[in-house]
Structures are given as structure tokens and as C-alpha cells.
């Protein structure tokens, strides 16, 4: 069935790193792709999103272009900070409509060491 | 402040005794919908509502009931918990169903049932 699979964590990178969290999917059609980050002590919040081949979402910093022929939405950030730290979530809506709501990855866990 | 609700934040209760989780949502919001997060499974839909009286199965309904009698709130009621609906649980809501928005989170209600 239509799937979301993301890098397990946790990732460990030192501040001012770059930082790639790998993200794939399965769908038929054409999905809506997200990024949502999970801080500590609190719910999920959007990062950013893309809505169609080849579109780039970005916030903050991060960036992900999502992939029609990798299927894919890889998260990169250039310099990471310690304020990073946080659990990230690949997402994606199914293509015939929102009535099923997201599919989320399982999360990769992103430890930001100063 | 556009915001999602849910209470209570913390739950502990015992097997068999019925509890509601509330979800209030102030943005006027369509589409609602309700998460557990379980480490190593990530987030798993357990109900959705596309519109008041309008609800409908997720991924894990078994053992949760929901209703939407009002478009702003969107109850997670437990009948009779069971040790295996120790959670962490996520309200979510967003404009509508359609695959381009981004669905805003409540804090989340760690419950643990003993």
C-alpha cells in the first residue's frame, strides 16, 4: 500500500553541520509532500511543503524538492543549529483526495551537539 | 491566537474506565482528525472528521469512538481503555480535507492506561 519511509534515528551532528534526513514514498498519483518538526514537550508543526513535481519547499532554513521520478523529499539543511534538535516527519496526503488525512513517516530523531 | 486545544494533557487511569479526551479548534476549521504516536510506529490516523456529523475510520480504530456534534470540537472518547491505549495522542485540524493544507496540531494528551 501507499507508504512514507524515512531515515531511522537518531541522527547525531555537531552545530554547523549539513544535515540530509531521507525521505521516500509510495502513492499512486500525485501527492501533496511535507515536512513537519516536533519539538520537545509539544505537537507538530508544518516546515514546509511542496504540492507538485520538481516544487521546493523551504523555511527556516531547510530545504526539500520533491522528486517525481525518485519519488522522494529529502530534507537538507546547510548549518544546523542546537535549536534543530527536534523529531522530523515525512508526510504525504493521498493523491485522490485529503479525506484519509496525512501518512507519516515514523520520524527520524535529530540531536544537535554544540 | 489560532490555536488547537486538547485536554487533559495528562491522563493516567485504570483498564475498563471510560474517559474523553476534548479537541477545540478556533480557526473555523472543516477537517479534524485524531493521531496516536507510539515509538518506532510514528503517527497513526485514528479517526477524521470532514465536517460536522461527518466521521470516519482511520488507520486504528479499534477501541475509540468520536463525535462531531459542533464544527470547533472533536471528542476522543475511550469506552472501556485497555493497557494497549497507552499513547500519545494528537488533535489536528485543518481549513478542509484537500490535499494541500497543512494540518495544525494540538499539544497532545499523554495518556497511560493501567
Known amino acids: 500500500g501507499d507508504s512514507v519511509t524515512q531515515m531511522e534515528g537518531p541522527v547525531t551532528l555537531s552545530e554547523e553541520a549539513f544535515l540530509t534526513i531521507n525521505c521516500t514514498y509510495t502513492?499512486?498519483?500525485?501527492?501533496?509532500l511535507f515536512w513537519y518538526v516536533q519539538y520537545p514537550g509539544e505537537g507538530l508543526q508544518l516546515l514546509l511543503k511542496?504540492?507538485?513535481?520538481?516544487d521546493k519547499g523551504s523555511n527556516k532554513g531547510f530545504e526539500a524538492t520533491y522528486r517525481k521520478e525518485t519519488t522522494s523529499f529529502h530534507l537538507e539543511k546547510g548549518s544546523v543549529q542546537v535549536s534543530d534538535s527536534a523529531v522530523y516527519f515525512c508526510?504525504?496526503?493521498?493523491?485522490?483526495?485529503?479525506?484519509?488525512?496525512?501518512?507519516f513517516g515514523k520520524g527520524t530523531h535529530l540531536i544537535i551537539q554544540p | 491566537e489560532a490555536q488547537v486545544t486538547q485536554n487533559p494533557r495528562y491522563l493516567i487511569t485504570v483498564t475498563g474506565k471510560k474517559l474523553t479526551v476534548t479537541c477545540s479548534q478556533n480557526?473555523?476549521?472543516?477537517?479534524m482528525s485524531w493521531y496516536r504516536q507510539d515509538p518506532g510506529l510514528g503517527l497513526r490516523q485514528i479517526y477524521y472528521?470532514?465536517?460536522?456529523?461527518?466521521?470516519d475510520k482511520g488507520d486504528v480504530p479499534e477501541g475509540y469512538k468520536v463525535s462531531r456534534k459542533e464544527k470547533r470540537n472533536f471528542p476522543l472518547i475511550l469506552e472501556s481503555p485497555s493497557p494497549n491505549q497507552t499513547s500519545l495522542y494528537f488533535c489536528?485540524?485543518?481549513?478542509?480535507?484537500?490535499?494541500?493544507?497543512?494540518?495544525?496540531f494540538g499539544p497532545g494528551t499523554r495518556l497511560t492506561v493501567t
Open positions: 489536528a485540524s485543518s481549513l478542509t480535507g484537500a490535499f494541500s493544507y497543512e494540518q495544525y
Open positions: 502513492a499512486t498519483g500525485y501527492p501533496s
Open positions: 511542496a504540492t507538485k513535481a520538481d
Open positions: 508526510a504525504r496526503i493521498l493523491s485522490g483526495g485529503g479525506a484519509d488525512g496525512l501518512t
Open positions: 480557526m473555523n476549521h472543516e477537517y
Open positions: 472528521s470532514m465536517n460536522v456529523e461527518v466521521t
